[in-house]
T-cell receptor
């Protein structure tokens, strides 16, 4: 199963954009890129996912490199409520995406 | 709908005891899975199921059993609890293919003394 690499932590100021990077150099053509976040003492929460094209939803944007070996989660205006651990994971459609591997994620600190 | 529910929220066991962690979803999802999360770590996959009657092992299956008799329920059984199984356990569900998001339950915090 392809793995992802993320920085351990990042810091942002409130109301500024945040760009969270993820490297996935061994990604296969059938891997979807998913992002989840986990607030303290809660289960992970889905943020966004994509395959090849950039994606936008009400929570965030996902920018995918042309070679798909990296991606960036963009929070357009960070709030204190966005302080969480963000996980970038790959789910393989061809195998059903069953063996989802979570790394340690990026802990995002947001300063007021 | 309630989404993914887990019971109990907290549990303390003595070494050697057995118990079952319950997980249920009301979204008619085919895929369900169990993860454990140790302090400061990411989630590790224990077991998963792709439908009623079908289960398979994840990364860390030793010491745990699962079964899937209905689409809705996916219990996790600890056969003989050990201190190394102290962790937070999360259940998740999704439609069967990797292009769909997973929905997670609120977790069960288990302490084994």
């Amino acid at each position: 199963d392809a793995k992802t690499t993320q920085p351990n932590s990042m810091e942002s100021n409130e109301e500024e954009p945040v760009h969270l990077p993820c490297n996935h150099s061994t990604i296969s053509g059938t891997d979807y890129i998913h992002w989840y976040r986990q607030l303290p003492s809660q289960g992970p929460e889905y943020v966004i996912h994509g395959l090849t094209s950039n994606v936008n939803n009400r929570m965030a944007s996902l920018a995918i490199a042309e070679d798909r070996k990296s991606s960036t989660l963009i929070l357009h205006r960070a709030t204190l409520r966005d302080a969480a651990v963000y996980y970038c994971i790959l789910r393989d459609v061809s195998t059903g995406g069953f063996k989802t591997i979570f790394g340690a994620g990026t802990r995002l600190f947001v300063k007021a | 709908n309630a989404g993914v529910t887990q019971t109990p929220k907290f549990q303390v066991l003595k070494t050697g005891q057995s118990m079952t962690l319950q997980c249920a979803q009301d979204m008619n999802h085919e895929y369900m899975s169990w993860y454990r999360q140790d302090p400061g770590m990411g989630l590790r996959l224990i077991h998963y199921s792709v439908g009623a009657g079908i289960t398979d092992q994840g990364e860390v299956p030793n010491g745990y059993n699962v079964s899937r008799s209905t689409t809705e329920d996916f219990p996790l059984r600890l056969l003989s609890a050990a201190p190394s199984q102290t962790s937070v356990y999360f259940c998740a569900s999704s439609l069967s293919r990797g292009g769909y998001e997973q929905y997670f339950g609120p977790g069960t915090r288990l302490t084994v003394t």
